[in-house]
Every structure is written in C-alpha cells, then in structure tokens.
C-alpha cells in the first residue's frame, strides 16, 4: 500500500514538472501618485533641417542655351514653396542657381548638401541667371520641421521615428513623332508662362516636325487637334491619335501669346511615352 502512494506522489510531482510555468505578472509602468495610466499617440515636430523650399531640375547642354547660359552647369528652379526661405528671399521659378555663397553649383546633389550643411538662420549669397542676366541674392537659411511619431507613457521615455519629406516626382516625356521634350507644368510655372493649364517644351529636337512648324523651347502645348492636353502622357495620347491625319493642328501659347501652328507627321515615325522621370525635390 505504502509502494502505491509512493508511486502515485511521484507520478503527480513529474506531470507538475512538465507543465509550463505560469504566466509573469503584467508589466507595471512607473506611474506619478493621483494620476492614471495613459497610453498617448503623439504626434507632432521634432528637430529639422535646413532647406530654402525650391524644386529643382538638373541642366543639360540644350537647357543651358534655352535659358541663355554660357555653360550647362546650375541648377533651375521649377517651383518656389509658399511661404519659404526663397520666396520670402526674391527666388523664382525659372531661376538659375549658379553659385551658392561663392561655391559654384554643378548639380542637384551638391546644391542640397551644401543647403543642409549651412545652419539654419545664416545668411547666403545666391548668384542666380534670370533671363540671360546675373544677380546676386541673399537669403536666409530656414529650419524645415520633420514629422514624428510616439509612443508616450507617463515617466518612461520612448525615442521619436522621424519621417522625413520625400521627394517629389515629376514626369518628362520624349515625344519622337513629334520631336520635342516636354514635362508637366506646376501652378507657378503656369502663372509664369501666362498659362492655366498646358505642356512645357523644354527642347526641340532637329530636323523634326515640331522644328519644322515652328515649335519652340518655352512654349506651353494646350491642345492637339483640338484636344486639351495637361500632362506629357495626355500630350503623348494625342499625337498618337491625331497621327493617323498626318497633318493637324498644335495650339500653344508663346510669350503669353496665343498661337496655332500646323504639324506634318513624316512616314514612318511613331510615338510612345519614354519616361525620362526626374527627381525634382525640395533642397533641404
């Protein structure tokens, strides 16, 4: 009898050791006395970069002679920021920046790092082209605040995620039925041109129907065959489809004049969207 209970306590003692142990106590949070426990998402700025608040463009060698350069170097500005650094500095869009506090300017690149490395609230010197002509501009640098998320308990301290700006993207297009390079145009680049809506020409390429009637860097397309067109893909879709007639009409606006011109497709030539997609982001 005493071998039986002997037995059983030792059975019940190895199934208690191959149970799981039990659960830990809930985690406590340092919390203040007279105060509940909160769980808070925040959110809100933390920290930042310097940044002017322009998008820019790169310059090739056809851009350098459209924008009367004697180089292709710089950078063009495509947009001023509302409210920026550059705006309130006198910057605008069609600008290019050429120097940067006596540094010359090759690139998007480097113009921004050389933006994000000046400390914030210091004066630059900005030597700039507007239209053929040189002038130098002074500007201060501003603090561009980065969005954050949190976590936050009473008394315990969680490190911030910092979620910075992206770029924005805008499209180029190389239409070779045509035969110009066109992009989309924003709303300071339209009210620069005299435009509400449209197509940019950034270049013309030559011996090509567009050279032919007379198409010409810095004209806005607004419609194609009668076609309103707002974007390089909209430009691209009317071509195609007024191709077939060989002959039609382009609609633009030059020097906020309104103008017609008429287009002759050459045998042979097709058209199709080639993305030349840039980059075009805020200096920071």
Excluded: C, W
Aim: proline share 6%; glycine share 10%.
């Amino acid at each position: 009898m005493r071998q039986v209970i002997f037995g059983l306590i030792l059975t019940a003692a190895g199934l208690s050791a191959q149970q799981p142990p039990p659960p830990p106590p809930p985690l406590e949070f340092f919390q203040a006395p007279g105060t509940a426990r909160v769980y808070e998402l925040r959110s809100g700025t933390l920290g930042g970069t310097s940044y002017l608040g322009v998008n820019l463009a790169e310059i090739n060698a056809d851009r350098a002679r459209e924008l009367k350069l004697n180089q292709a170097y710089g950078v063009e500005i495509t947009r001023v920021e509302d409210g920026s650094p550059a705006e309130k500095a006198g910057l605008k869009a069609g600008d290019v920046v050429l120097e940067y506090n006596g540094q010359r300017v090759e690139g998007m690149e480097q113009f921004g790092r050389l933006v994000r490395e000046t400390p914030a609230g210091r004066e630059v010197k900005v030597l700039i082209s507007r239209g053929g002509a040189t002038q130098t501009i002074s500007a201060t640098v501003g603090t561009r605040k980065m969005k954050t998320l949190a976590n936050v308990f009473p008394g315990v301290e969680i490190p911030e995620i910092h979620i910075p700006d992206i770029p924005q993207v805008f499209t180029t297009l190389r239409s070779p039925m045509l035969g110009v390079e066109a992009e989309s145009l924003g709303s300071q680049l339209a009210t620069y041109f005299g435009v509400k809506e449209g197509v940019l020409v950034r270049s013309v390429l030559k011996d090509t129907a567009a050279e032919k009637a007379g198409i010409k860097a810095g004209d806005v397309i607004t419609k194609v065959d009668g076609s309103s067109v707002t974007t390089p893909n909209e430009l691209s879709s009317a071509i195609r489809s007024a191709g077939s007639k060989k002959s039609f009409t382009v609609e633009l606006v030059r020097e906020h004049r309104e103008m017609s011109v008429n287009v002759v497709i050459e045998d042979g030539r097709s058209d199709r969207a080639v993305p030349g997609a840039r980059v075009v982001r805020n200096a920071q």
